[in-house]
């Protein structure tokens, strides 16, 4: 089965650092597949926050960053800061489904 | 600017058909892939269709044979015909441009499936 699983839920205080994790299949991650993050404010659309497993985009502040190892992927947030609160998603592409693919997303609390 | 407005979601019963259409601007929806991702209340992101730059598609197995994407290029367009919907097809459509990741999103259209 084609699947992205990252953790339901992460929190942590404000300033602290947090991690966020996407495990795949030898399908997608673990095939060489890019990897991204996204992030969704409550009420609004998705906002590409990393792609290519480690680049932002212009705007994206560096206190994001992501990684790959093997057949998984992270997403880590310094500096945590209260704007931080959101959905965050992991997406590659699965060769079994020849398609893309989201993980199930992680809701991200500022404590 | 980049900018994709979605139009076309609503209410419609069980077993009907609606055509969503995404309009780009500040690009060409030819040069990049296109990507259809729903959102059901609630639930997380799902990748429903996608249209590439040579024109090749993809669907989830949850739409395939219901759901047909197409491109306008002379009015910049993508498209999603969605027929014999279902009540578990009840989502915010989103339509994403793909390049390095989707790097652009509209703001999404609610299509409703209810008798």
């Known amino acids: 089965q084609s699947v992205l699983t990252q953790p339901p839920s992460v929190s942590g205080a404000p300033g602290q650092r947090v991690t966020i994790s996407c495990t795949g299949s030898s399908s997608n991650i673990g095939a060489g597949y890019d990897v991204h993050w996204y992030q969704q404010l409550p009420g609004t659309a998705p906002k590409l926050l990393i792609y290519g497993h480690i680049n932002r985009p212009s705007g994206v502040p560096d206190r994001f960053s992501g990684s790959k190892s093997g057949t998984s992927a992270s997403l880590a947030i310094t500096g945590l800061q209260a704007e931080d609160e959101a959905d965050y998603y992991c997406q590659s592409y699965d060769s079994s489904l020849s398609g893309p693919l989201f993980g199930g997303g992680t809701k991200l609390t500022v404590l | 600017e980049v900018q994709l407005v979605e139009t076309g979601g609503g209410l419609i019963q069980p077993g009907g058909s609606l055509r969503l259409s995404c309009a780009a601007s500040?690009?060409?929806?030819?040069?990049?892939?296109m990507t259809w991702v729903r959102q059901a209340p609630g639930k997380g992101l799902e990748c429903v269709s996608v249209?590439?730059?040579?024109?090749?598609?993809y669907y989830a197995d949850s739409v395939k044979g219901r759901f047909t994407i197409s491109r306008d290029n002379s009015r910049n367009t993508v498209s999603l015909q969605m027929n014999s919907l279902r009540a578990e097809d009840t989502a915010v459509y989103y339509c994403?441009?793909?390049?390095?990741?989707?790097?652009?999103w509209g703001q999404g259209t609610l299509v409703t499936v209810s008798s």
């Open positions: 249209i590439y730059s040579g024109g090749d598609t």
């Open positions: 500040g690009f060409t929806v030819s040069s990049y892939y």
């Open positions: 994403a441009r793909g390049d390095r990741g989707l790097d652009y």
